[in-house]
């Protein structure tokens, strides 16, 4: 199981409609896919999407940084080991971890491939066979977005989170609104993306919870922590850490502070599934919820946060499997997400590996 050679290759997809949220816009989904290949001839797949306008990590940076630093730093090692392939890839070159997380999860894919197991089966186990979605309404019209969200809760989906954070007023809006055309048993939740002014976002985040809010996303800069356990103190909303949580320390920091009630893991923003697994023990140990969230991704990735969230008890806000479901044409795992958009479920696979059709 030797690690031979390591491949990639720029996937482009365009959105249904544009991707926007407070800090960009974004045409298309772009990935660069990457293949492990070992000296056995098997071999395993990973990606990663960079949003440049959410980490700052552009597609030719990412690509410098796997090509010519991670991946070379595993060259030659059993494609298994999981814990000597990050610490050599973090001796090679300092973060940068959407080329981490990439190599990771193909990794992981390779092991599972030869052991003949499903990835779940490698992160613990399978504690849900079926993994319910979020749909993700990105920024529009109060309109649009209402009409976004009623069309996918009727579909199935359990929750729906709403992009917002540009102006509060719009934002309560918002929330009243989609509460009023979506079922009481759908869970709601407002992605901020750090949107809110710290003097205001107290008074904004109770009138949210007046309108029918049950989550609130990061709703203050990743550095207010102080800020955000102020919020989460007051109660009435639950609230998450997305952008504020990038690494393993910064999990403990969370935690230390009181500063969120659910933490959104995303693959490729904390390096891969070898480090996700490690924030999830986090937040399980100090009696947190976890969401595994997304960049967003297609399919390899996604797959990837769907094995994830199928071995994690306590990943019970539903996550963001969402980027196969919001491009013209998912290319790199069309059979596992065909009904996903009309259910609001993935079918976890339990073939060997990730279960892409690559």
Known sequence: MKIASVHTRVVRAPYR????????????????????????GDSGFGEASPMTAYTGETL??????LTEHAAPA???RDARDLAGAHAAMDAAIRGQQLAKAALDI????????????????????????RVPTTWVVGLGTVEEMVEE???????????????GGEDPDLDVRLVGSVRGVVPDSVELSLDANEGYDPGSAARTV???????????????????????????????????????LHSLHDALEIVRRGAADVLNIKILKVGGLYRARQIAAVAESAGLAVK????????????????LTAALAHATVPADLVGPLL????????????????????????????????
Do not use: N
């Not at 030719?60 to 940084?65: F, I, K, V």
């Not at 969200?149 to 992009?163: D, E, L, Q, S």
């Open 206 to 244: 109770g009138r949210l919870a007046d309108a029918g809010l049950d989550l609130v996303e990061q709703p203050l800069p990743r550095w207010d922590l102080t800020g955000m356990a102020a919020l989460r103190s007051r109660g009435g909303v639950r609230v998450m850490a997305d952008e504020s």
């Open 60 to 65: 030719a940076g990412l690509e410098a940084a």
């Open 17 to 40: 409609r544009p991707f926007v949220i407070s800090s960009g816009t974004s045409p298309e989904l772009i990935s660069l896919v990457v293949e492990v290949r070992t000296a056995d």
């Open 292 to 307: 595994i969230g997304t960049m967003p991704e297609l399919g390899v990735a996604t797959l990837a946060a769907a094995h």
């Open 327 to 358: 491009v013209h044409t998912e290319p790199l795992a069309p059979t596992a997400f065909a009904s996903t958009v009309e259910t609001g479920w993935v079918d976890v696979p339990v073939g060997p590996g990730l279960g892409h059709d690559l």
């Open 106 to 129: 193909a990794l992981h894919d390779v092991a599972a491939r030869a052991a003949g197991w499903p990835v779940h089966l490698l992160l613990g186990g399978c504690v849900r066979p």
């Open 74 to 76: 595993l060259i030659g």
């Open 149 to 163: 969200a009623a069309v996918y809760a009727v579909r199935g989906f359990t929750h729906i989170k709403v992009k």
